[in-house]
């Protein structure tokens, strides 16, 4: 009886779906952050560098925040599970906005690398922090809801973070491009600090495991470097590269080896035995791969072959990004419908391998609007996966390790991005710079394979029409290795099982205590009852 009455006491204490869309809203303003900044500072990098010089370091200025991102994502998911989501989200808030500032206020280019650095250390516990809360909050069966909404932040963020960029450098100053995180970071402190109530979590007696976090924090810099340096700073065979690849290997071996001891590992590797997890992982990394590799090399296409405005280069995405943001909306829908999810990666991932093999297709006569329609093609089919993976992760876990499935999930597809940038755009480099040879214009491209808008209306027009011709051929290699690599994808989604969704209609019904293992609330009290 006493069970009875605490558990109908949960009940009481449950927050009302309402509260639930406040608190959501303040999680996709907190994921807005760390989606806009990258593409924000990369229209002011120009104007930075031209501040304050150092161009043989530019690089370096997104390499630390994607190392400090990638390296602390599994570490963010680990201590969620273990001490609590909230106050360490709360915490990754904080740490970026600090380095939001410090960026802001960097007086050389070593100093804005250096913070860009705690930048992104913040970074990489703010999307695991976002999915692993939702996790907790919103039963799998009725988290297809709140796709459409991630996917609209994401096409915000894509479309309006050049833009934004742009307005703010030209009329309050390169700084203002960190700065700008301030408020936004403030509402989302604010929000989440006064509606987000979560079950407290007991303290854990175990300790944090330090060995593995390093070995991983090795092993995914030394990959990361590997992707960032091979073909540009350093050649793929050189003694640098070959250097990273021995030290990630073994780093990850290691750590493996280290997480089988562990009491608390970083990465509980039980998770991985769970098929559908294991194949999740798969399916995300090759969407990282496509997805980044077709943000960067279809604006490229449009302004260098089609003419368009680089200024507008948010905007060419609008079909692909249009795309997925509506099928991501109707495939929620009808996931909390229905509660069936196999056919979304499936169909997602047949839709990503055609709109990449169409976009192959292009050529220099292709037009924008032929080019918007494949575009949409392959925002479909990202659109049926974006989500999907993720919710199918989470569900195939137990609630304690929510944490870590969503960080484990989240850094096998920024590891994909990793790959997919550096493969597609060493084979379109390439490409570019053999096709200008051979066609006698290899002056234009001796130190870039990428010219910009007013480098190329410089040109001679028969060496520019070269050029021309050169993009959609890099274009066509690259789109065409990426869509081999989605095939991968769509055999992967093939052999996922389909597990019925933990939760039903009610929220409440789904709901769960602090370490995932009994239930709360109205549930609870059915239990009891029925005992």
Excluded: C
């Amino acid at each position: 009886m006493t069970e009875l009455k605490k558990a109908a006491a949960g009940a009481k204490a449950e927050p009302p779906a309402r509260s639930v869309r406040v608190v959501v809203l303040a999680l996709m303003i907190a994921m807005l952050l760390a989606m806009l900044d990258n593409l924000i500072v990369g229209t002011a990098m120009p104007t930075i560098v031209g501040d304050l010089g150092g161009l043989e370091h530019l690089s370096w200025v997104v390499t630390a925040y994607t190392l400090a991102t990638a390296a602390s994502t599994p570490i963010w998911g680990k201590l969620g599970d273990m001490y609590g989501r909230k106050s360490i989200f709360l915490t990754s808030i904080v740490i970026f906005l600090i380095g939001s500032v410090l960026s802001g206020m960097s007086q050389d280019m070593g100093q804005l690398i250096g913070f860009r650095a705690i930048q992104g250390l913040g970074a990489g516990g703010l999307m695991v922090g976002v999915m692993a809360i939702i996790g907790d909050l919103v039963p799998p069966r009725e988290r297809g809801k709140y796709q459409g909404m991630m996917a609209g932040v994401m096409a915000i963020a894509m479309i309006g973070g050049p833009l934004v960029g742009g307005t703010i450098t030209d009329h309050l100053g390169w700084r203002w491009s960190f700065y700008i995180n301030l408020p936004l970071g403030a509402l989302a402190l604010a929000m989440v600090t006064a509606v987000l109530h979560l079950p407290r979590k007991e303290r854990t007696k175990a300790k944090v495991d330090y060995l593995g976090a390093a070995l991983l924090t090795v092993g995914i810099t030394a990959i990361v470097l590997v992707t960032t340096w091979g073909g540009t700073e350093y050649a793929w065979g050189s003694a640098v590269i070959m250097e990273l690849i021995a030290l990630g290997v073994a780093s990850l071996v290691g750590f493996v080896f280290v997480e089988t001891k562990a009491a608390e590992p970083i990465v509980p590797l039980h998770i991985f035995r769970n098929r559908n997890f294991t194949l999740m992982s798969v399916v995300g990394f090759m969407a990282g791969f496509v997805m980044f590799g077709a943000v960067l090399f279809l604006p490229l296409f449009q302004q260098s072959v089609q003419g368009a405005s680089a200024t507008n280069s948010g905007l060419l995405l609008l079909p692909m990004l249009l795309a997925m943001m509506i099928v991501s909306l109707v495939a929620g829908r009808i996931t909390t419908s229905t509660g069936k999810y196999k056919v979304f990666p499936i169909v997602g991932s047949v839709l990503m391998v055609a709109g990449l093999f169409l976009l192959a297709a292009m050529d220099t006569g292709t037009t924008r609007l032929t080019s918007g329609l494949y575009m949409a093609v392959l925002g479909a089919g990202m659109g049926f996966l974006m989500q999907i993976t993720m919710l199918v992760a989470q569900n195939s876990v137990e609630l304690k390790d929510m944490g870590v499935a969503s960080s484990t999930t989240t850094l096998f597809r920024t590891l994909g991005s990793s790959f997919g940038v550096a493969i597609m755009g060493a084979l379109f480099t390439g490409r570019v710079q053999d096709e200008m040879m051979a066609r006698g214009g290899g002056g234009a491209t001796e130190r870039s394979a990428q010219l910009d808008a007013a480098s190329l209306a410089k040109l001679p027009v028969p060496v520019r029409e070269a050029y021309e011709y050169a993009v959609a051929s890099g274009t066509h290699i690259a789109f065409l290795v990426g869509g081999s690599v989605a095939v991968l994808a769509l055999v992967a989604a093939l052999f996922v099982k389909e597990v019925p969704l933990r939760g039903s209609a009610k929220p409440e019904a789904a709901a769960s205590d602090a370490d995932g293992t009994a239930p709360t609330g109205l549930a609870a009290a059915k239990q009891s009852q029925n005992a």
